[in-house]
C-alpha cells in the first residue's frame, strides 16, 4: 500500500515551453502533497506544500507564477513549469501524506520522480 | 533553507563491512528520518525515530535519535551490493507540519 505514482518519468522540452508534472497517490488519499527538486548529487529542497482544495504553500525563494501547482482532487496534485530554461532541468519529486493519518509523525510516501530536461 | 549536516559525503566499502554516518544539526528535531535513495528513484524510508535516545533496528539497520535531539546516526552492519545508493537523513519539527529537512546526503559504494 501507500504507493506514489509520477507521470512522466521522463520529459524533454524546448525552452520557452511548459511542462506538467503529474503525482498520484494509487492507493490512498492524500490531503498534503509536497513538490521538491533535486539537482545532481544534491539533496532534495522542498519546493511547495501543496494542499488539497487550497492553494499551495511555496518556500521561500520559489515563483509561485513559475512553477504552478494544482491539488484538484485527494489523489492529484500536479506541478506545471512553465516558460520553461535549461535552467529549470532537474529531478522532481513529490511525496503525499495519508490523509486523516493521526500519528505524531505524518509519514511522506515519495513519487519516483520525474526527470526534466530543458533544451 | 537549512540543511542538516550529514557526513561523510561518500563511502567506499568493502562488501561485508559495517557502516556509519550521522547527522548534526544547530536546532533540535522531534523526529529523525533516514532515507535511501536509489538511482533516478524516489527515498525510501528506512528507519522514524520519535524520541530523543531512541534506538531502533530495521534487519542490518540502527539509527539512534541523540539526547539533545540535534543528531541522529545510521549504521549499516556486514554491507552487501545492493546497500550501495545515497543516504539521506531528514529531520522534522513539531510545529512544521509535514515539512522534512534534508541532510546533504551519503553516497555509499560496496565493492564486492
Known amino acids: 500500500g501507500a504507493v506514489v505514482s509520477q507521470h512522466p518519468s521522463r520529459v524533454i522540452c524546448k525552452s520557452g515551453t511548459s511542462v506538467k508534472i503529474e503525482c498520484r497517490s494509487l492507493?490512498?488519499?492524500?490531503?498534503?502533497m509536497f513538490w521538491y527538486r533535486q539537482f545532481p548529487k544534491q539533496s532534495l529542497m522542498l519546493m511547495a506544500t501543496s494542499n488539497e482544495g487550497s492553494k499551495a504553500t511555496y518556500e521561500q525563494g520559489v515563483e509561485k507564477d513559475k512553477f504552478l501547482i494544482n491539488h484538484a482532487s485527494l489523489t492529484l496534485s500536479t506541478l506545471t513549469v512553465t516558460s520553461a530554461h535549461p535552467e529549470d532541468s532537474s529531478f522532481y519529486i513529490c511525496?503525499?501524506?495519508?490523509?486523516?493519518?493521526?500519528?505524531?509523525?505524518?509519514?511522506?510516501?515519495f513519487g519516483p520522480g520525474t526527470r526534466l530536461t530543458v533544451l | 533553507g537549512q540543511q542538516l549536516n550529514q557526513s561523510p559525503q561518500s563511502m567506499f566499502i568493502q562488501e561485508g563491512e559495517d557502516v556509519s554516518m550521522n547527522c548534526t544539526s544547530s536546532?533540535?528535531?522531534?523526529?529523525w528520518l533516514w532515507y535511501k535513495q536509489d538511482p533516478g528513484e524516489g527515498p525510501v524510508l528506512l528507519i522514524a525515530?520519535?524520541?530523543?535516545?531512541e534506538l531502533t533496528s530495521n534487519g542490518r539497520l540502527t539509527a539512534q535519535f541523540g539526547i539533545t535531539r540535534k543528531d541522529s546516526f545510521l549504521n549499516i552492519s556486514a554491507s552487501i551490493p545492493s546497500d550501495v545508493g545515497i543516504y539521506f537523513c531528514?529531520?522534522?519539527?513539531?510545529?512544521?507540519?509535514?515539512?522534512?529537512?534534508f541532510g546533504q546526503g551519503t553516497i555509499l559504494t560496496v565493492h564486492p
Open positions: 511525496s503525499a501524506i495519508l490523509a486523516g493519518d493521526k500519528s505524531s509523525y505524518n509519514e511522506q510516501f
Open positions: 531528514a529531520g522534522l519539527r513539531g510545529t512544521s507540519y509535514g515539512k522534512l529537512t
Open positions: 525515530l520519535y524520541k530523543a535516545g
Open positions: 536546532s533540535i528535531f522531534n523526529t
Open positions: 492507493d490512498f488519499q492524500a490531503t498534503t
